[in-house]
């Protein structure tokens, strides 16, 4: 993982705010290295050397992989084979094992190919305000109470459901300590899977909230003072890390849609067989694990919408300043809008002047004659000022366009993920569950 100790470019932080800012070191100082007491990744390093994810050399990732394949695999296949058999168990099993699966892998493969601080992009927020480090900040450290808001109620609802199974079906004859312990590896065996699960939604939302903290400041200081030039540097900047974003994640989006989609049709079928034994004691693991695997899409799609959405926005916030812009050209500098009006500008030159350029005008109306331009002669100011405003006219046009026609976000191989694809992803899953409910059991 990419570690290292403390950097030394770093900014304080808001005196308003306690949450001390993110240190960023100097650009090509990123190595990899262990952890420290003032690492600011340690807990992330911490959860995932807990988790068994952390792949810095051989040996680790060697029992990364020997974790996973007990936790993962063997527990599930060997209480399948051994023990009684449960209510939709296979079902539940055969989900959290490949939910499991697909993030494990795909957070060693973000890991050990660019680090955890590239994952993060801790390396480029210096080029970010005070604003987006402290709310980074913060949310960095609140990401894992957020894990455990989502972990710690389904393993508490698990524990009591395998504490219960086993008290009413004792499925050894043994000492009951063999009965304690197949229990015990079943929780670790459930937890593991969905913290694992869960651990790469959270990440993939924490990297998506950067984004719409980005996007945030670039919209609030855009009408100030909006320099065309920056504006599209700036733009493209977060564009193409949307880019690296929705490239890295795509798979993952995917492979998840269709798995949680592949569950829950599972379900549906299993508890609207016939003769099917519906209650909390036969389909409560089921729910617990469809809850689990929906909540986390959910994650997904919400952050990746949100950021989608906060993006486009910004090409209604460029057109309102273009407009504005326009109407006030003959006022306003066309690419500043708090740069006082010319009128009032005149107004304040008189007022100094006072009453003594009154009379002084007053006694020289005489020579107005002889001292105006005549009427051949050219107004080289005006052409200037017309010229100004023709080509800050065709700047703020020309990045109009440009945001129109470059609508930035994630994507998913192509299709942007916003609230028209959710709505439409919604009506597919929909037709297909009633589908499925009028071959079952007679919904039309």
């Given amino acids: ?180 312990a197949a ?80 569950s829950q049709f599972s379900a549906l079928l299993g508890i609207t067989r016939p003769h099917a034994k519906v209650n909390i004691a036969t389909a409560g693991e089921l729910a617990l694990c469809s809850l689990s695997l929906v909540t986390g899409l959910l994650i997904c799609l919400h952050s990746a919408a949100k950021i989608t959405h906060k993006t486009q926005a910004i090409t209604s916030i460029a057109a309102a300043w273009h407009a504005d812009a326009t109407i006030n050209s003959a006022d306003r500098d066309q690419e500043n809008p708090r740069t006082p009006s010319k009128a009032n500008l005149l107004q304040v030159q008189q007022q100094q002047q006072g009453p003594a350029a009154s009379n002084s005008s007053g006694d020289e109306s005489d020579d107005d004659d002889e001292m105006s331009p005549s009427e051949d002669s050219l107004d080289t100011s005006r052409f200037t000022s017309l010229h100004v405003t023709h080509i800050s006219y065709q700047k703020r046009q020309a990045l109009v366009t440009y945001l129109e026609n470059n609508r930035a976000g994630i994507t998913v191989f192509g299709f942007v993920v916003d609230r028209t694809w959710l709505h439409a992803l919604f009506m597919i899953e929909f037709s297909l569950v009633m589908w499925l409910l009028g071959k079952t059991i007679g919904i039309s």
């Fill in 1 to 180: 993982m990419a570690a290292g100790d403390a950097p030394t470019g770093a900014g304080t932080a808001d005196p308003a705010t306690s949450t001390p800012l993110l240190q960023l070191r100097r650009r090509g100082s990123y190595t990899r290295s262990m952890s420290h007491a003032r690492d600011e990744l340690r807990s992330f390093r911490s959860c995932l050397r807990l988790m068994c994810v952390d792949h810095s050399d051989g040996a680790s990732a060697a029992a990364s992989w020997l974790v996973f394949a007990a936790l993962a695999v063997a527990v599930p296949v060997s209480a399948r084979v051994a023990l009684p058999r449960r209510a939709y168990d296979t079902q539940v099993q055969a989900s959290l094992t490949l939910s499991a699966a697909l993030a494990y892998v795909t957070l060693t493969s973000l890991i050990r190919r660019r680090g955890l601080r590239r994952l993060l992009y801790l390396d480029r927020l210096r080029h970010d305000s005070q604003d987006v480090r402290a709310g980074y900040t913060v949310q960095l450290a609140g990401s894992f109470r957020l894990l455990a808001c989502f972990v710690l109620p389904c393993f508490l609802a698990d524990a009591a459901y395998k504490v219960f199974w086993y008290c009413a079906n004792r499925p050894f004859a043994v000492p009951w300590w063999w009965s304690a």
């Fill in 183 to 262: 229990c015990a590896l079943e929780m670790a065996s459930w937890m593991y899977r969905t913290a694992m699960f869960f651990m790469a939604c959270v990440l993939f939302r924490i990297i998506c909230y950067l984004q719409i903290l980005r996007m945030t400041g670039f919209a609030r200081d855009f009408g100030q003072c909006a320099d065309v030039a920056a504006v599209l540097r700036q733009h493209r900047r977060i564009r193409d890390q949307l880019r690296r974003i929705s490239h890295r994640y795509r798979r993952f989006i995917l492979y998840c849609l269709l798995l949680v989609t592949a």
